[in-house]
């Protein structure tokens, strides 16, 4: 597992300057030459919780791939004074890459509720008829069972895994399941099953043009107000480490 030579940090956590089609390019080179490892799609929320949360930090650290998922990750290098960064939205870099697999390579989906990721599978082979699909299984699984989808996944002959659980679950699952999973390329997308699934609206194109894809959620889900103290609390340390520059 070889990580990008041009990484920059931001709070001390490693992002890839790197454009989408190039980010997609590389991870198919990867798996094409059968390497595995972690891809992580930072932003504020994420990098806040890896400073409370020992795994976060961890799986973010050893990335193969860091890319800067929210638009809080671009102003934050920019405030740094740090090279201009592209955002690279999750959902867009797993479909470039979904998008170029052969058939030889096969996707394990995990995440969302039960038949959430089976939905999910099936609405992306509609699109990407050559995608292969290893198997699917939603999030809801107890701690206990770790080891044993592991080994399932693992056994399933994927090369891909998609986890859909969101932060810090989908990093405890890594750290908790990376000895059974060596080999396999493991991306960290959120809520993109959902959206895959067609259980959630995607932001308008608008929206997501301006990077404003986190006010349009907040919009349709008010409950969200109290993550967005995250990016409060990320803005802040962005400040003090400006300053102590």
Do not use: C
């Amino acid at each position: 597992m070889s990580p990008r030579a041009d990484r920059l940090h931001i709070l001390g956590l490693p992002v890839d300057p790197v454009p989408l089609e190039e980010g997609a390019a590389f991870l198919l080179e990867k798996l094409n030459a059968g390497e595995g490892g972690y891809v992580v799609t930072l932003n504020p929320e994420m990098a806040i919780a890896a400073l409370r949360r020992p795994e976060v930090a961890q799986t973010i650290e050893e990335s193969l791939l860091s890319v800067p998922d929210g638009v809080g990750i671009v102003w934050a290098a920019k405030r740094l004074g740090l090279p201009p960064l592209p955002r690279v939205p999750g959902i867009d870099l797993g479909e470039a890459l979904l998008s170029r697999l052969p058939p030889e390579i096969p996707v394990f989906f995990l995440g969302g509720k039960p038949g959430v990721a089976e939905r999910a599978a099936q609405a992306l082979k509609g699109r990407f008829p050559s995608l292969t699909v290893a198997g699917t299984y939603h999030g809801y699984f107890p701690w206990d069972e770790v080891p044993e989808l592991a080994g399932r996944i693992a056994s399933s002959g994927a090369r891909l895994l998609i986890l859909g659980m969101g932060t810090p679950r989908e990093q405890a699952f890594y750290q908790a399941a990376k000895e059974h999973l060596s080999g396999l390329l493991v991306m960290g997308l959120g809520g993109s099953l959902d959206v895959w699934a067609g259980k959630v609206p995607r932001a308008p194109r608008l929206f997501r043009h301006l990077g404003l894809e986190w006010l349009y959620r907040l919009l349709r889900q008010p409950s969200r107000l109290r993550r967005q103290t995250a990016l409060l609390h990320f803005a802040w340390r962005v400040f003090q480490s400006s300053r102590a520059r």
